[in-house]
C-alpha cells in the first residue's frame, strides 16, 4: 500500500531532551516537506527536500533541523525542544518538483513539550 | 504570498443533508487540493483538482481556476462525514509547498 509513514505517532516529552520523529514514504517520491498546525495559526510549512541531500527551509524553521540521507525517508529533529513546539507535525511527500503536484500525507504526529 | 479564504467556517447539518463548501484563493495555482481532517487528525486526501471537475462517491469537486474558486459538494451527508474540510494550493513558483486555508468544521448530526 502506498503511504507515508511517520513514528512516533504520540509524543510526550521535557524542555531541552532531543527527539527525532520519522517520516518514510514507500511511494519513490522525490519530494518531502514537513509541516506543524497549530490553534489558530493553521498548517504551515517547516522544512522541505528537493531530492536527496538538498533540503531548504520553509515558513517556520526555527528550533528544528533535517536530513535527507535517503529518498524514502526524511527524520525531523528537534535538538532543545520547548514547550513552543508543541504542535501536531505532518510529514508530506509528492512524486514531482518542478511543478506543484499531488501532495500525500502522513497520519501526524502529536508532540507535547512540557 | 497566496490568500487562501474558506468558508463558511463552520457548518452544522442534519444526516443526510447536501451542502457546498467553497474555497476562494488570490492568485494562479498550479494545484490544489481537498483534505478531510478527522476527529484523530489525520489528513485525509479528498481531491487533487488545480481545475475542472471530479467525483468520488457522494463526494465532488470543480475548481474554477480563471476565477479563482474550488467547491466542495457533500451530498446525503453522514456523522462521519464530521471533521474539518482543508483547502491547499501551491504554485510552481513556490516549488510544492501548499498554502492551506483556515478549513470549514463541520458537524452531521443524527
Known amino acids: 500500500e502506498a503511504q507515508v509513514t511517520q513514528n512516533p505517532r504520540y509524543l510526550i516529552t521535557v524542555t531541552g531532551k532531543k527527539l527525532t520523529v520519522t517520516c518514510s514514504q514507500n511511494?519513490?517520491?522525490?519530494?518531502m516537506s514537513w509541516y506543524r498546525q497549530d490553534p489558530g495559526l493553521g498548517l504551515r510549512q517547516i522544512y522541505y527536500?528537493?531530492?536527496?541531500?538538498?533540503?531548504d527551509k520553509g515558513d517556520v524553521p526555527e528550533g528544528y533541523k533535517v536530513s535527507r540521507k535517503e529518498k524514502r525517508n526524511f527524520p525531523l529533529i528537534l535538538e532543545s525542544p520547548s514547550p513552543n513546539q508543541t504542535s501536531l507535525y505532518f510529514c508530506a511527500s509528492s512524486t514531482r518538483v518542478d511543478v506543484a503536484y499531488e501532495q500525500y500525507f502522513g497520519p501526524g504526529t502529536r508532540l507535547t513539550v512540557t | 504570498g497566496i490568500q487562501v479564504e474558506q468558508s463558511p467556517p463552520d457548518l452544522i447539518l442534519q444526516e443526510g443533508a447536501n451542502s457546498t463548501l467553497r474555497c476562494n484563493f488570490s492568485d494562479s495555482v498550479n494545484n490544489l487540493q481537498w483534505f478531510h481532517q478527522n476527529p484523530w487528525g489525520q489528513l485525509i486526501n479528498l481531491f487533487y483538482i488545480p481545475s475542472g471537475t471530479k467525483q468520488n462517491g457522494r463526494l465532488s469537486a470543480t475548481t474554477v481556476a480563471t476565477e479563482r474558486y474550488s467547491l466542495l459538494y457533500i451530498s446525503s451527508s453522514q456523522t462521519t462525514d464530521s471533521g474539518v474540510y482543508f483547502c491547499?494550493?501551491?504554485?510552481?513558483?513556490?516549488?510544492?509547498?501548499?498554502?492551506f486555508g483556515e478549513g470549514t468544521q463541520l458537524t452531521v448530526n443524527p
Open positions: 511511494m519513490n517520491h522525490e519530494y
Open positions: 491547499a494550493v501551491g504554485r510552481e513558483t513556490s516549488g510544492s509547498r501548499l498554502t
Open positions: 527536500s528537493m531530492n536527496v541531500e538538498v533540503t
